[in-house]
């Protein structure tokens, strides 16, 4: 968590606000956020030791359901949609030039960015009201306790069905949040990479006929392309498994019962773990990668002044992302 708000802090800087920045900035705070909700009440149940006390009242179990599961579900689907965003954004930039001066510009994408949050909240919103809690009276610790009770909301039960419900909403999951985001970044992956080599061979080409111009706008473009597609990859291991499991669980619940839930529960925490240990990652990336972040981060959190920005006051700026960005440093 404090990761990405380390990286919310450097890309809200107005120094750094470009089309490619706001998406990274966004897919921060949908990571933060993915962490942040449910942090009070595990900090309760098991930092505190009260796991294994009775939930209650109703109230409480809602605001469970509610910060454990659905919200931290809603950003993280938000995360990954806005990296699929940020990958199609790339390949724009790198295969189609001429069209991202239309097509990326800020007001495009955030619109985007806003448009991908509604999207996540619709598709998260009907679990905040698929469950009921009902109080219980049950012996417990040698006296009678009141427990919630869960059950499956009305509208749910009989007018639409749990099976048909919960498989609805199963495979729309694994089919457009896991399997086809996956997958098309794995494609946009490759032709990145494509692209990056034939844009490595243009530049020795223009270094040969010193160009050196031409030949250092190419290299900030394909360093930045490497650490995007660096950035993707890192998602992909994290995520790739995570679709795996939804999918045999969807597989095991609707068709036949295979899955030994035990293994499955342990490669999920497993999975888990590994995407809340790939946000320190991200932000090791950007300070390797990216003179500009590195550079901001030191202004920001040392004082010391961004030495680009003192030292170079020529127009010499690039046109992937707006001119805020000098060809001396990494664009974002």
Not at 108 to 129: D, E, G, P, W
Not at 152 to 181: C, K, M, Q
Not at 309 to 317: E, I, P, Q, R, T
Request: charged share 15%.
């Amino acid at each position: 968590m404090t990761a990405n708000l380390l990286i919310v802090i450097v890309l809200s800087r107005r120094s750094m606000a470009t089309p490619t920045n706001s998406v990274l900035m966004a897919m921060a705070l949908c990571d933060m956020f993915t962490l942040l909700f449910p942090a009070p009440g595990l900090i309760y149940m098991f930092t505190l030791g009260n796991h294994y006390k009775p939930l209650s009242p109703a109230l409480a179990c809602y605001a469970w359901n509610a910060l454990n599961e659905v919200i931290p579900a809603m950003f993280h689907t938000a995360s990954i949609w806005l990296t699929l965003a940020l990958a199609v954004q790339r390949y724009i930039y790198v295969c189609h030039a001429p069209v991202a001066r239309t097509w990326c510009t800020m007001p495009r994408v955030k619109k985007v960015i806003f448009y991908i949050f509604v999207a996540a909240m619709l598709h998260q919103s009907t679990r905040f009201l698929d469950r009921e809690y009902h109080l219980s009276n049950i012996l417990w610790d040698n006296q009678t306790t009141t427990v919630c009770r869960l059950e499956t909301a009305e509208w749910v039960r009989n007018y639409i069905g749990e099976d048909v419900y919960f498989t609805s909403y199963y495979l729309f999951r694994i089919l457009f949040v896991h399997l086809l985001p996956c997958a098309a970044l794995v494609a946009l992956n490759v032709l990145l990479y494509k692209a990056m080599k034939l844009a490595q061979e243009k530049r020795e080409k223009l270094f040969r006929e010193n160009r050196k111009k031409e030949c250092k706008k190419l290299r900030d473009a394909n360093c930045t392309t490497l650490m995007l597609i660096v950035v993707v990859s890192v998602f992909l291991v994290v995520e790739i498994p995570l679709a795996v499991i939804t999918a045999l669980h969807i597989i095991s619940s609707a068709i036949i019962e295979f899955l030994d839930y035990r293994v499955a529960n342990l490669f999920i925490l497993f999975a888990n773990f590994s995407l809340i240990v790939s946000y320190p990652i991200n932000f090791a990336i950007y300070c390797g990668m990216s003179r500009q972040f590195r550079e901001t981060f030191k202004e920001i959190f040392i004082k010391r002044p961004i030495g680009g920005a003192k030292k170079d006051n020529s127009s010499k700026y690039s046109i992937v992302n707006g001119p805020r960005t000098c060809t001396n440093e990494t664009v974002l």
